[in-house]
Each structure stands twice: as C-alpha cells, then as structure tokens.
C-alpha cells in the first residue's frame, strides 16, 4: 500500500468578510472560514477596510494596510488565531 505526501502550501485567491466571518478561497478550490471576532483589528473594521485586502508573498498571507492585520492562510486553515 502506498501514500501519497502532500505538501502543505495552501494560497488563498479570493477573501470575503461578512459582518461575523471571515471566508477564505483557496486556490485548490477548498474554501475555509473563521468567526470575525478571533481577529479584533478585522472585527472593529468598517466594510470598505475589510475590502481592502491583499495577498502576500506566494498568496501565502493576507494583508488588510487600512487595518494594519496580517493573516497566514497555514494559519486560517489549522484554526490558530
């Protein structure tokens, strides 16, 4: 019997936050999400900074500049906060 290694290198492509959740589509087309209110600075944002998001390094990260909140996807994905 064989096993196939995958490697963890999750990217995300698109982010949407709703008024209580934050939800994160992956490039392989998993989509995670998490409670707005683990990430205090996200939780306290209007909608237009919550919508100025970026992707960092290999689409690794998640970047909100008006905010100043840096997510990992890794992160998002096991649930640490």
Do not use: Y
């Not at 196939?4 to 709703?18: G, N, W």
């Not at 934050?22 to 900074?49: H, M, Y």
Request: glycine residues 6%.
């Amino acid at each position: 019997m064989s096993t196939l290694a995958v490697e963890l290198h999750p990217q995300a492509h698109r982010i949407k936050c709703t008024d209580t959740t934050i939800i994160v589509e992956l490039i392989d087309g998993r989509t995670i999400s998490a409670p707005l209110v683990w990430f205090p600075r996200l939780s306290q944002a209007s909608k237009e900074q919550l919508e100025n998001w970026e992707l960092l390094g290999d689409e690794e990260g998640i970047h909100w500049p008006d905010v100043d909140e840096d997510l990992s996807v890794a992160g998002l994905l096991i649930g640490t906060h």
